[in-house]
């Protein structure tokens, strides 16, 4: 199963989501986690056993030469490039290292870069599930996930129906913002704000993620109730 971890802003703790899932369903089952954020992303820094000259764009060629292990963790990860040097990998060759790693592994969730970029298109083309992850502390990023949605589905460049919210650091449980999203995506998930988050791996998170990871293994997605009726009578 192939899931990818976006959102069109910066900061939501898209990589915690990423890392924490990882963590849960390897418990389980053979977890890759890819890191695809250029701008830099953060899985050296969350995991400071990697060798970063390990990565996905050093090995593009041979993609399993690029596969780690963190230190006393049962999932595996693939580094991705160093800021600015995406240039130097095709989007072709992000699709056949995607392909290889579907199929060694139960499980690829891939952290994809804060806004699309022509590299992950066809990644979040072959995703079973986006999961979108968003807060509601500020109307921006929801006008943003709009705009976004709206590129997509003009373009063609997924089925929306594959993309899901994911709300994280929930302080209340009334939607607020998000529910002015007018693709009215289904809500799957809720993360509750932490005190003093110790990381991804942190127990109280691994407790809630552990019900994400029983909803992408299940299959059953609640709806956005609030969302449906206010698209039926068109509040």
């Given at each position: 199963?192939l899931?990818s971890?976006f ?8 990589t915690?989501?990423?890392?924490a ?13 890819l ?6 992303g ?10 970063p000259k ?16 963190p230190?006393?963790?049962?999932f ?16 072709e060759?992000?699709t ?6 579907k ?6 969730i ?5 806004g ?6 066809d990644v ?7 999961l979108?992850?968003a ?7 929801v ?21 899901v919210?994911?709300?994280?650091k ?25 005190k003093?988050?110790k ?14 990871a029983g ?13 449906f009726?206010?698209?039926?009578f068109?509040i």
């Amino acid at each position: 199963m192939l899931i990818s971890i976006f959102s069109p802003k910066g900061g939501v703790g898209k990589t915690t989501v990423t890392l924490a899932l990882a963590e849960s369903l390897s418990k389980n089952h053979r977890v890759l986690a890819l890191e695809l954020d250029f701008s830099p992303g953060d899985f050296i820094s969350l995991l400071p056993s990697l060798d970063p000259k390990k990565n996905i764009l050093t090995y593009k060629h041979d993609i399993l030469s690029a596969v780690q292990r963190p230190q006393g963790k049962n999932f595996d990860v693939v580094v991705g490039g160093y800021p600015g040097e995406d240039r130097y990998i095709k989007r072709e060759d992000i699709t056949r290292c995607v392909e290889i790693l579907k199929f060694k592994y139960e499980y690829v969730i891939v952290d994809i870069q804060p806004g699309i970029v022509e590299l992950v298109v066809d990644v979040l083309q072959q995703s079973d599930k986006v999961l979108v992850v968003a807060e509601e502390n500020f109307i921006t990023p929801v006008a943003r996930i709009n705009a976004l949605l709206d590129w997509v589905q003009v373009n063609n460049l997924s089925d929306l129906r594959n993309f899901v919210f994911i709300r994280n650091k929930v302080t209340n449980k009334e939607l607020v913002y998000i529910d002015k999203v007018k693709h009215s995506l289904k809500l799957v998930h809720d993360v509750p704000f932490y005190k003093k988050l110790k990381g991804y791996d942190d127990k109280r998170l691994q407790k809630n993620i552990r019900k994400l990871a029983g909803v992408l293994q299940n299959g059953t997605f609640r709806e956005n109730k609030k969302s449906f009726f206010r698209r039926i009578f068109n509040i």
